[in-house]
């Protein structure tokens, strides 16, 4: 059974390049436009790992953070921020405790590889 990855980002060419990137991995790759599609996929799904925006339309990525640290089935999922905001404008938040890998916008094909290489060898 193929691992699956959940990309939650509003803007497109992010989706694309991370899409692009993981499905070679042999992930199942899900996308969310919005942090609501997100929340939905979540909802019905447990992926192995989340990539995920922290701002975007309908609910941000802190709140879906949010949802996966109160959601007992979700506890193992690895979540990855990929943002283009540095890390200092969320220290405040206690759902960047929960993230297993914070990367800075624009990220590079081989730090998603690697994670996904993490994920898929079950670390």
């Avoid at 405040?92 to 624009?106: N, S």
């Avoid at 081989?110 to 079950?122: C, E, L, M």
Wanted: glycine fraction near 4%.
């Amino acid at each position: 059974m193929p691992r699956i990855a959940l990309v939650a980002d509003d803007d497109t060419h992010s989706l694309f390049f991370m899409e692009s990137v993981l499905q070679p991995t042999g992930m199942q790759v899900l996308v969310a436009e919005d942090g609501l599609k997100a929340l939905e996929i979540l909802q019905r799904l447990t992926p192995d790992v989340v990539f995920i925006d922290l701002l975007m339309p309908r609910l941000s990525g802190l709140d879906v953070i949010g949802y996966i640290m109160e959601t007992r089935r979700l506890q193992d999922v690895a979540v990855v921020i990929v943002t283009a905001h540095d890390r200092s404008q969320f220290m405040h938040y206690p759902q960047l405790t929960r993230a297993d890998a914070y990367l800075l916008k624009p990220v590079r094909t081989q730090d998603i590889r690697d994670i996904a290489q993490q994920v898929a060898g079950g670390s």
